[in-house]
């Protein structure tokens, strides 16, 4: 398997309050991506990444930010949280048109 | 615009029954086309991909499936299904941007 975790696995919070996820890589794969899952919308990408610093939003950016400021690491804001961001959240990285691979998802709840 | 549809939200199979779960996609260009796989509570797996040549592609756990260019269909096939194959699949296309387009999935319920 790939090597990709993700930080933290499981998250409470409160609505209004920033969260941060982090998605780290140990295999220098260029892209890596953030998508969201809820049920009945497979899986929907959030923003990705095509290399340090170079960042793009895809198709349920609004209300999240992203930063990658080295090649191993891939940060998720949400900067003040909405009940309608609790959601599981999958990490992925990949080589372009290859194969994506996945990290394990972190499980966010906004009361 | 492009898109993947999994027809079916839900398919019961008998263990050690055969099994089909359907994909259609809408893409312009020669699609590179994925099925993964999810168990509860993980993250996805790759079972097979298809980029070119052989349009009967073979992947992990016995699974195979078929591109058909005519249909614009990616069927996910297996001859025989186990207790262990009852998850949740994902069909997607990858766009000339190197993302991928997803179907909303398709859970498999095994009955013993």
């Known amino acids: 398997d790939a090597g990709i975790t993700q930080s933290p696995r499981h998250k409470v919070t409160e609505t209004g309050t920033p969260v941060t996820l982090r998605c780290h890589q140990t295999e220098n794969h260029r892209y890596m991506y953030w998508y969201r899952q809820d049920p009945g919308h497979g899986l929907r990408l959030i923003h990705y990444s095509y290399g340090v610093k170079d960042t793009d939003k895809g198709e349920v950016s609004d209300g999240y930010s992203v930063s990658r400021s080295k090649t191993e690491d891939f940060l998720l804001t949400l900067e003040s949280a909405t009940s309608s961001q609790t959601s599981v959240y999958f990490c992925a990285i990949g080589q372009g048109e290859d194969t994506q691979y996945f990290g394990p998802g972190t499980r966010l709840t906004v009361l | 615009a492009q898109s993947v549809t999994q027809p079916d939200i839900h398919i019961t199979v008998s263990e050690g029954a055969s099994l089909e779960l359907r994909c259609n996609y809408s893409y312009g260009a020669t699609p590179y086309l994925f099925w993964y796989v999810q168990s509860p509570g993980q993250g996805l797996q790759l079972l097979l991909k298809?980029?070119?040549?052989d349009t009967l592609v073979q992947g992990i756990k016995g699974f195979e499936a078929e591109f058909k260019r005519s249909q614009s269909s990616f069927n996910l096939r297996k001859p025989s299904v186990h207790w262990s194959d009852a998850a949740e699949y994902f069909c997607?296309?990858?766009?000339?941007?190197?993302?991928?387009?997803w179907g909303a999935g398709t859970k498999l319920i095994i009955k013993p």
């Open positions: 997607a296309v990858g766009d000339s941007n190197y993302q991928l387009i």
């Open positions: 298809y980029f070119s040549g």
